[in-house]
C-alpha cells in the first residue's frame, strides 16, 4: 500500500484531491498531502457513525468517504493479493 493514493474531500470547498496512503487500518488511516518540504500528514479516524473517515490538517477538514467495512474489505484483499504475489 505504500504507493497507493486515496481520494479526499475537503468539506469546506468541496475540493477532491488525491493525497498519498501512508497507513491504512481499520481504526485509523494516515495520508500524506502534498510533496517535499511542503508536505503534511494527517490522521483519518472513524465518525461516530462509521460511514466515513475524517480528520483535519491545518484547520481543515478532510473525508475519506468509505465505511469502516468498506476498508476492511480493501485491506483483506490487498493482504489475499500480497500473499499470491509475494513469495
Known amino acids: 500500500m505504500s504507493n497507493e493514493k486515496i481520494k479526499v474531500r475537503v468539506t469546506e470547498s468541496d475540493q477532491v484531491m488525491s493525497v498519498q496512503l501512508i497507513e491504512k487500518r481499520p481504526e485509523r488511516i494516515k495520508v500524506l498531502l502534498g510533496e517535499g518540504d511542503h508536505s503534511v500528514r494527517c490522521e483519518l479516524l472513524p465518525t461516530p457513525n462509521g460511514r466515513a473517515y475524517a480528520g483535519t490538517v491545518m484547520g481543515r477538514e478532510i473525508v475519506y468517504e468509505r465505511s469502516r467495512q468498506e476498508v476492511e474489505e480493501d485491506i ?12
Do not use: E, V
Open 76 to 87: 483483506a484483499k490487498f493482504k489475499a493479493t500480497f500473499r499470491q504475489h509475494g513469495r
